[in-house]
């Protein structure tokens, strides 16, 4: 099977564009579980993410992106990976825990679309670093460089972004 996640800073059409290539391809794709983690800890506590909160999501995505795997055929669609895990925690936090940083590498995809940040930004209850995006971008191309993965950069308007992403899916298969 093959693995593509669609990974970058916020705001940048992720969830959308996995969404989309999944139903595309005939495909099942795993949502982000951070923002599923965030959304709910909000909800029960009111307190923002913190760096406790780094190995539960790590888990959380980990189970997710398995569950998905189960379920797919051929090829599987993520809505961001560890690798988006490690990014945010060592722009938050200033580190990652080591068994992340590990289980990054050992779990890295066969293709990742970096969406670029050429989009506009858009304000919700969870994105919070507007004039951050292009230093997290950067981190992302860091880390997937340092990765050795497979890489294309996914910008422009809409329609394509979609084509772009769905010829980089279409050269896996």
Not at 116 to 140: G, K, Q, Y
Request: aromatic residues 8%; contains cysteine.
């Amino acid at each position: 099977m093959k693995r593509v996640v669609v990974t970058g800073s916020e705001c940048t059409g992720k969830t959308t564009l996995a969404g989309d290539l999944a139903r595309q391809f005939g495909t099942v794709w795993v949502a982000e579980y951070a923002r599923e983690y965030l959304d709910r800890k909000v909800a029960t506590t009111g307190l923002p993410l913190d760096e406790s909160d780094v190995e539960p999501i790590a888990r959380g995505q980990i189970a997710a992106e398995d569950r998905g795997a189960a379920l797919a055929k051929d090829l599987l669609v993520l809505d961001t990976d560890l690798v988006s895990t490690t990014v945010y925690a060592r722009h938050y936090y200033g580190a990652c825990p080591a068994w992340i940083e590990q289980a990054a590498r050992d779990r890295r995809v066969d293709l990742y679309l970096l969406c670029d940040i050429d989009v506009p930004w858009v304000a919700d209850s969870v994105r919070d670093r507007p004039h951050h995006r292009e230093p997290i971008h950067a981190l992302f191309v860091e880390a997937l460089e340092a990765l050795g993965a497979r890489y294309v950069t996914i910008r422009g308007p809409w329609p394509d972004r979609l084509a772009t992403a769905a010829t980089a899916v279409s050269a896996l298969r």
